[in-house]
């Protein structure tokens, strides 16, 4: 490290783009801006609201909430009332918004719902987004040593 002069470790993958990401591209980044179709929020699972939090979400005192990303606060609001609709959430534009980052939040009145639809698709490695009396029968999160000492890397790394 540049800072520091430790060592450290790093690795990293890349792959090839498959072509059915450009077409997601051409709809959510139409003209290089990030957008929110209506089409898309209106049609949204249980499923796809799930890997959208895994995603952009956090779990913050208790609640979960969505960085949004760049957008107006027009756009937000809109993505907020399609989502309230589609789920019957009591989802609003965050104060703790900025001109780069709207987020939209989710109420605790409305919270255990929201939490309902999306722990069914939560991995062992997820479970730190939600509560744990919301944790999926069978899944218990993986407790990964710590150690600060030398680990000589296996031969296929080294």
């Not at 698709?121 to 939600?130: G, N, R, V």
């Not at 069978?138 to 990964?144: C, H, K, S, T």
């Amino acid at each position: 490290m540049e800072v520091s002069g430790q060592v450290a470790y790093a690795f990293g993958f890349r792959t090839a783009q498959h072509p059915w990401l450009a077409t997601l591209r051409d709809i959510f980044y139409p003209e290089g801006r990030k957008v929110f179709p209506a089409s898309v929020l209106t049609s949204l699972s249980a499923r796809s609201l799930a890997f959208w939090y895994w995603d952009d979400g956090h779990f913050d005192g208790g609640l979960p909430s969505f960085a949004l990303g760049d957008i107006s606060d027009l756009e937000a609001e809109e993505v907020a009332r399609l989502v309230r609709d589609r789920f019957s959430l009591d989802t609003y534009v965050k104060p703790q918004s900025t001109e780069t980052c709207k987020i939209m939040g989710v109420r605790a009145r409305t919270a255990d719902v929201f939490f309902y639809l999306v722990r069914d698709f939560a991995t062992e490695d997820l479970l730190y987004k939600i509560p744990q009396k919301h944790w999926p029968r069978g899944v218990v999160p993986r407790v990964v040593p710590l150690t600060k000492e030398a680990q000589a890397l296996p031969r296929d790394l080294a």
